[in-house]
């Protein structure tokens, strides 16, 4: 099955949940949804969705649930099936954070060559990193394999019973 139609049926299973989340989003206050546009393969501008965790420049007591778990980015299931993203990738950026990091050259051409992801192999470093999370994303790049994309998803999965921060690190020990 495809990347598009299983997070479309994704969508429709978690409709619910996202329609509680967003109702709780909402009694923060508007927007609900937080769009903003990053670099997918290539870099093709594409817009990407996430619920807002942000009020007033200051993360929400919700938001930092959401961010913990990881739910303030389902809505990119839609960046999914619309294509503009696959499941597993390095993380979009914006043009901003590529000139901000200087992955601009050729020498990071390779992380270009491939989609970003709503999760990857770089977001569960042990430190956050500007040269390690480079190396991680060229590293999956050019080596996708099956058990790498296995450990991945397995990490994110955990994300959500654990929280980002225990499981951050456990691959790499």
């Not at 670099?39 to 501008?45: A, E, H, I, N």
């Not at 942000?54 to 809505?75: F, H, K, M, N, S």
Request: proline share 5%; net charge positive; hydrophobic share 45%.
């Amino acid at each position: 099955m495809g990347q598009r139609v299983l997070a479309s049926l994704l969508l429709v299973a978690i409709a619910p949940l996202l329609l509680a989340v967003a109702a709780l989003v909402l009694l923060d206050g508007r927007p609900v949804v937080f769009r903003q546009h990053r670099l997918g393969r290539d870099k093709v501008p594409f817009e990407i969705l996430k619920l807002r965790t942000i009020a007033g420049g200051e993360i929400t007591r919700l938001g930092g649930v959401l961010r913990r778990t990881g739910i303030d980015e389902l809505p990119q299931l839609v960046n999914i099936a619309r294509g503009d993203m696959r499941f597993i990738g390095p993380r979009p950026l914006t043009s901003y954070d590529v000139e901000r990091l200087g992955w601009a050259g050729p020498e990071y051409a390779d992380r270009w060559l491939v989609s970003p992801g709503l999760t990857g192999y770089a977001q569960f470093a042990p430190v956050c990193d500007k040269e390690l999370s480079h190396r991680l994303d060229d590293y999956y790049a050019r080596e996708r394999t099956l058990w790498l994309d296995v450990k991945i998803t397995a990490a994110s999965a955990a994300v959500l019973v654990l929280g980002k921060r225990r499981v951050k690190g456990l691959m790499f020990r």
